[in-house]
């Protein structure tokens, strides 16, 4: 019996775009099973009336909303970066949200611009499609639209300073790390989240 030798068990090197492909599968699933799981208990929830059904669907609810926020979140900055040709490799293993690498060296003011802008506009473009599609006839219904809502605000209160900064001339990465530092994402979070409550209350 040959001697199995650990190059020819080695994993094969993907292309760039069989990694994005493995992406959009794990993150096809993710959608997926955040929607399906949630549709089940709204309709349970709404068919029942029973408390614990409704308690589940509100879980549910916030569980979907953040996850179909995040993927948005991710791919709009995706989508970004590679309309402006930055160098966004994809990332070798996807085991989160995490899908690319930004360079900030390779790529310039204007396809950093174009990757930050990105992201928001996939949470803003969420909200439109949940305001649009979900009826908001249900206490889940509502808390969806309210946390989608939620991470929008909270990722732009984070993003659009840096992107102005950047557009006033300050330096990317700059920017970006100052940020990190100086607590912006916990604020946004902070913020964010009591506007969704607010909005939530209104909605039922």
Known sequence: MS???QNSLAEPKLSDWQ????????HGLAFLAAITLWGAADSWASQSGLLVAQLIALA??????????????????????????????????????????????????RQFLA????????????????F??????????ALLLAVVTARAI???????????????????????????RDGSGDRGQVIGYGVGALLWLITI
């Open 3 to 5: 001697e199995i030798t």
């Open 19 to 26: 990694r994005l492909k493995q992406v959009g599968r794990y």
């Open 60 to 109: 549910n609810a916030f569980v979907a909303g953040t996850v179909l926020a995040i993927l948005f979140h991710e791919w709009g900055h995706f989508t970004g970066a590679r309309l402006s040709h930055s160098y966004s490799p994809i990332v070798r293993k996807p085991t989160n949200q995490f899908m690319f690498g930004f360079n900030f060296e390779k790529n310039s003011r």
């Open 115 to 130: 990757m930050s802008i990105g992201g928001p506009a996939g949470n803003w473009l969420l909200v439109v499609l949940v």
């Open 132 to 141: 649009l599609l979900a009826p908001l006839t249900t206490w889940s219904q």
């Open 154 to 180: 909270s990722v732009s209160a984070f993003e659009v300073p840096i992107i102005v900064r950047t557009l006033r001339g300050g330096d990317p990465q700059t920017e970006l790390d100052n940020a990190l």
